[in-house]
């Protein structure tokens, strides 16, 4: 498997991951989960910051640890580099948003922000997110197949169509249903990156 597979099968897990949890936090019997799937929203933002990104390796056959290890750079300099990039934006765009609305979450989880307007964070920030990785383009070298193009569309129209639905739930919390859709469509879009995205 090639190491762009391996990159966006772990990272798909992450976001199915949190997703689940997320949905399981949202019943009283999972109320400490509210706790736990921020974290790893971080985590996953996190992974998506700090990658170097020099393509050297992308379509090459490599093993599951050492995609790991690739996610952490060699030095400043070479991030530096690389970070300039279109594409490489956009992704750095994607984990500031993962990152920051993770840690907004937490804290008014820990009841640290108790303000109501904190609320409006995480749909923002969701939106941002989603627009970024959407209109992530390709070229020769970064994502030149259309099946690839499809994953990172689908992934964007989930987080632009969970943002507008959590901000509806901010609207209307008489209607819960409405919270469950941004946490579901992060699950759903976690799975179509770890199941399916190959490149055969």
Sequence with gaps: MTHTEHVHILFGIGLAVTGALWLGGQTPAGAPLRYVWPLILVAVGV??????????????????????????????????????????????????????????EESRACGLLATSRWRWALPLLTVAAGLAIGVHGGTHQHLPRLVEHAHHWILGGALVLGGIAQATAIGHPERPGWRRVLPALVLVAGLDLAVFYRLR
Excluded: M
Excluded at 55 to 77: A, G
Excluded at 92 to 101: D, E, R
């Design 47 to 104: 992974f998506l910051v700090i990658p170097t990104e020099t393509q050297e390796r992308t379509y090459l056959p490599v093993d599951t640890w050492d995609t790991f290890l690739s996610v952490f750079p060699n030095s400043l300099s070479v991030w530096l580099t690389t970070a300039h990039k279109f594409h490489v934006i956009q992704h750095k765009i994607t984990g500031v948003c993962a990152i920051v609305a993770g840690g907004i």
